[in-house]
């Protein structure tokens, strides 16, 4: 008797489980998308492009604290959308596998690798590998890119493809004026007697 009842009831109930995944797996647009965003936090801004666009947005709810988003209005593709609700917040998004992941991944891979680069030239330096004016001009290029990435982070909200090649490459070319320091020495260890 309840049988009749419960097998609609049963067909009904998988059918909203299946609407209601759809959005969440839906595929980011790829076409142009109406936007009319007022400014607004950042966090709320990040959900309502989500929401908009139908992309998954990866992000560390801690990075959007404190942050505004400023008003976008258009017709504009979600690449675009994102990118301008994130200029000037110094964030940068990228895509990733399938969804946008909203981070400081760049900057924060090329302080690291500026920091490395610097402590290199400095043991060179000490060690006399490398002249007082090759430190200068190593120690001026690691400025550039050290101040360059976050601005152009910052005016574009990503680093493009470009910017990263050129921004390697420069310290790539340092790299190789510094040359690698020798491997130190096992502790106890005593040369050779010749």
Same mark, same amino acid.
């Given at each position: 008797?309840?049988?009749?009842?419960?097998?609609?009831?049963?067909?009904?109930?998988?059918?909203?489980?299946?609407?209601?995944?759809?959005?969440?797996?839906?595929?980011?647009?790829?076409?142009?998308?109406?936007?009319?965003?007022?400014?607004?936090?950042?966090?709320?801004?990040?959900?309502?492009?989500?929401?908009?666009?139908?992309?998954?947005?990866?992000?560390?709810?801690?990075?959007?604290?404190?942050?505004?988003?400023?008003?976008? =209005?258009?017709?504009?593709?979600?690449?675009?959308?994102?990118?301008?609700?994130?200029?000037?917040?110094?964030? *940068?998004?990228?895509?990733?596998?399938?969804?946008?992941?909203?981070?400081?991944?760049?900057?924060?891979?090329?302080?690291?690798?500026?920091?490395?680069? =610097?402590?290199?030239?400095?043991?060179?330096?000490?060690?006399?590998?490398?002249?007082?004016?090759?430190?200068?001009?190593?120690?001026?290029?690691?400025?550039?890119? *050290?101040?360059?990435?976050?601005?152009?982070?910052? *005016?574009?909200?990503?680093?493009?493809?470009?910017?990263?090649?050129?921004?390697?490459?420069?310290?790539?070319?340092?790299?190789?004026?510094?040359?690698?320091?020798?491997?130190?020495?096992?502790?106890?260890?005593?040369?050779?007697?010749?």
């Amino acid at each position: 008797m309840f049988s009749s009842f419960v097998r609609p009831l049963a067909l009904l109930g998988s059918g909203v489980g299946l609407l209601l995944a759809v959005p969440a797996v839906a595929e980011c647009a790829r076409g142009k998308v109406r936007v009319d965003l007022p400014q607004q936090r950042m966090d709320e801004r990040m959900q309502a492009l989500a929401h908009l666009t139908g992309c998954f947005m990866e992000v560390d709810p801690t990075l959007l604290a404190d942050r505004q988003a400023p008003r976008v =209005r258009g017709r504009v593709t979600p690449r675009h959308a994102l990118y301008l609700s994130l200029r000037r917040s110094g964030l *940068e998004a990228a895509p990733y596998k399938g969804h946008w992941r909203i981070d400081r991944r760049q900057q924060e891979r090329f302080a690291r690798r500026i920091t490395t680069l =610097r402590t290199t030239a400095a043991e060179q330096r000490e060690r006399g590998a490398i002249s007082r004016v090759r430190a200068a001009g190593v120690a001026h290029s690691l400025r550039h890119v *050290e101040k360059a990435v976050p601005r152009e982070v910052n *005016e574009q909200a990503h680093l493009s493809v470009k910017d990263r090649i050129r921004y390697n490459a420069q310290l790539d070319r340092v790299g190789r004026k510094i040359g690698t320091p020798p491997p130190p020495l096992p502790s106890g260890w005593v040369p050779p007697i010749r």
